[in-house]
């Protein structure tokens, strides 16, 4: 899977490749690409965003300046679905996850919160998402979080089965997983229920069952 990441900031993205489950599958099951706006700006002094016609607050990612981008890496249209990060998209979902996970390729497009050109969403992205509806000042965030999200429903990326029974699986029926339980057996008064002490494996598979949330 290749994943082209259109930004402000590339640098914000170094520590995240660093960790896992994404610096488990770099290089092998993802190639992550990361582009700079002002890398390819037509404007001058690597200038990318411009006060919205009508006035108002804040700066805004023109739509000269990210279809110059995508023109440079692709020389054409891109090859991929290409994701618009803003809270006027889709909500980012478990289900949403997986059906990006299992696309080859996937362009991100990020901004500042409420920071495009609406023909950018409109004309050059193919989807938009919106991972909550809230304000955030970095653009960055949203991209990170999908990055992360897809990356770890990627083959190597966790040990064997460790994925299946998480919180809004298929097989948990898209809800919170059971609660989880480590040494000390109790603390405070705090207890750990009996049945996860017992070792009879049956009872604690019937017990995480009837306590998935």
């Known amino acids: 899977m290749r994943v082209d990441v259109f930004t402000l900031v590339p640098h914000a993205f170094a520590w995240l490749t660093e960790q896992r489950p994404l610096a488990g599958v770099l290089g ?12 390819t700006t037509p404007l001058r002094g690597g200038q990318v965003d411009d006060e919205p016609y009508g006035g108002g607050a804040g700066m805004v990612l023109r739509v000269d300046v990210v279809a110059a ?4 890496a692709y020389g054409g249209t891109p090859p991929g679905r290409v994701i618009a990060l803003t809270p006027q998209g889709r909500p980012l979902t478990q289900a949403v996850v997986e059906e990006l996970a299992a696309e080859d390729e996937l362009t991100l497009l ?9 023909r950018i969403v409109a004309h050059l992205a193919s989807d938009a998402i919106s991972i909550g509806p809230y304000v955030l000042s970095n653009g960055e965030l949203p991209a990170m979080v999908l990055l992360d999200a897809v990356a770890r429903r990627l083959p190597g990326a966790l040990a064997e089965g460790s994925g299946e029974l998480e919180s809004f699986s298929a097989e948990l029926g898209g809800r919170l997983e059971y609660p989880h339980f480590t040494r ?7 207890a750990v229920p009996d ?5 009879d494996h049956a009872r604690i598979d019937a017990w995480r069952r009837d306590h998935v949330r």
């Open 195 to 199: 049945v996860l002490l017992s070792g």
């Open 110 to 118: 990020s901004s500042r919160f409420e920071g495009f050109d609406e």
């Open 184 to 190: 000390p057996p109790e603390f405070r008064g705090w």
């Open 69 to 72: 981008a995508l023109d440079a």
């Open 28 to 39: 092998e099951e993802l190639e992550l690409r990361l582009f700079s706006y002002r890398d």
